[in-house]
């Protein structure tokens, strides 16, 4: 009996070793390798595919430097953010420093505040306003361009303002695409005479005043050895550039672009909003989707009489349903296509990318878009569909960072909620009549038993 209870008590004394060591052993793998598992609607704790991309892009390392104090709880914090990162890049690495105990090499990195963070790629560094996701991806597309290569707006003809902040200008374009590492900036060619060397492209943003012949020829003169432009038009406005329309190889007809059957995004009813959301096979255009919102456009087309030394894409198509109207005549309800005039039957285009091989640029390609309409980027419509997208996009192929043209903003997929009218009416008919006279007349009548007991 005796040799029994100590065998118990030495079984007992094994298996609680072994359930402590294999506790141990648990605790020590679940403090050296971890997995996560997120298992939130839209996965809104991982980090959105287009910033994966860009992870899996990068050939340089990338560093996160935490300048924060001596806390534990704040410390595993950043650690398990920059996992995130980490899980799609095994060069993504992170440094916390105490800013109190290494003051110089917080001086060096620029920090000026407890908590903040520095990213770092390659050799190149920025302070990070904010860890949130987009504030990362654009830090990151920042350090990647490196170098002040300028995006140069012409000005002098009105054109569209650069920091105007009227509906008309295009101050909110300006202010997302300075976050994202575009150095922007207004010329006049009329008061220098040239273009700045480290130009990366030019814009013309829909000049309403002719430019004079020596202005035209430097803008020739700069296409002719390789520079790259944004031109965006509008109906009936040549603005004395013809000459650079026969070097560019194409045709602004007469006219303006009507659709009386598309629906648009916006409740407006005027035949002038053309919607778009068709963008061709090009590699510009590769990532674009949903609808694009154009006001007052123009067709933009190849001048076929003239030889061909470029490459011609079609990137914005209409539906069948617009057309372009050239008769000018005053908007009406029942205006419609005229086969027996001069008018154009869609699908048309209202923007055309063109490219051609070069020596004279180090990046051996140059590229030209003309878009037919310069609305879709000003402050009254840019926040409207995928128009910021498309924006997005022209200025990364033509500063040649097409890699990067796939990354926007994450937003979560439930943060409002969308039900028909008939749900809508319903929920207001009961909790408005319904629910208040139900309760009124179990009152009334808990009142009346009450009078009778």
Not at 36 to 60: A, H, I, V, W
Not at 395 to 410: C, M, P, Q, Y
Not at 419 to 438: C, E, K, R, T
Request: overall charge neutral.
């Amino acid at each position: 009996m005796k040799n029994k209870q100590s065998a118990f008590q030495l079984n007992n004394l094994l298996f609680t070793l072994l359930m402590l060591t294999l506790v141990g052993i648990a605790a020590w793998f679940s403090y050296q390798y971890y997995q996560t598992f997120d298992t939130t609607y839209g996965n809104r704790n991982t980090l959105s595919e287009p910033t994966q991309q860009l992870l899996q892009s990068l050939e340089k390392p990338l560093k996160f430097v935490a300048y924060v104090p001596d806390d534990a709880d704040l410390h595993q914090q950043i650690r398990e953010l920059v996992a995130k990162y980490q899980k799609f890049n095994p060069n993504v690495s992170l440094d916390i420093i105490n800013p109190d105990l290494n003051p110089e090499q917080a001086k060096a990195d620029g920090i000026k505040n407890q908590r903040q963070v520095v990213l770092k790629l390659g050799k190149q560094s920025e302070v990070l306003g904010s860890v949130a996701e987009q504030s990362v991806v654009n830090a990151i597309q920042r350090l990647q361009r490196g170098d002040d290569r300028l995006v140069i707006f012409l000005e002098g003809h009105k054109e569209a303002g650069l920091f105007d902040d009227s509906s008309a200008g295009l101050r909110d374009i300006a202010s997302e695409l300075q976050k994202k590492g575009f150095k922007l900036q207004p010329h006049t060619l009329l008061s220098t005479g040239s273009l700045p060397k480290n130009t990366s492209f030019v814009i013309l943003a829909a000049p309403k005043q002719a430019y004079l012949p020596e202005e035209v020829s430097i803008l020739t003169q700069y296409i002719e050895q390789g520079g790259n432009l944004l031109w965006l038009t509008e109906p009936n406005q040549t603005a004395g550039l013809a000459a650079l329309q026969k070097t560019l190889g194409i045709n602004i007809p007469e006219g303006r672009l009507l659709s009386v059957d598309d629906k648009p995004l916006i409740d407006v009813n005027s035949p002038t909003i053309i919607p778009i959301t068709r963008y061709g096979e090009a590699e510009l255009m590769s990532q674009q989707q949903g609808q694009t919102l154009f006001s007052y456009a123009t067709l933009v087309q190849r001048d076929l009489s003239v030889k061909a030394v470029w490459d011609f894409d079609a990137i914005l198509t209409t539906s069948d349903k617009v057309w372009l109207e050239t008769n000018g005549t005053e908007l009406s309800k029942n205006i419609q296509y005229d086969k027996d005039t001069d008018d154009i039957a869609g699908p048309v285009n209202l923007g055309i990318a063109l490219n051609r091989e070069t020596k004279k640029k180090a990046s051996k390609q140059q590229r030209i878009v003309i878009i037919g309409d310069s609305n879709f980027m000003r402050n009254g419509f840019i926040g409207y569909g995928g128009n910021l997208e498309l924006t997005e996009h022209l200025f990364n192929w033509l500063s040649a960072n097409e890699h990067l043209l796939v990354i926007k903003a994450k937003v979560a997929p439930d943060t409002k909620i969308e039900m028909p009218d008939w749900q809508l009416y319903s929920i207001a008919l009961f909790f408005l009549f319904l629910l208040p006279i139900g309760l009124l007349v179990f009152g009334v009548w808990r009142w009346v038993l009450r009078k009778r007991a």
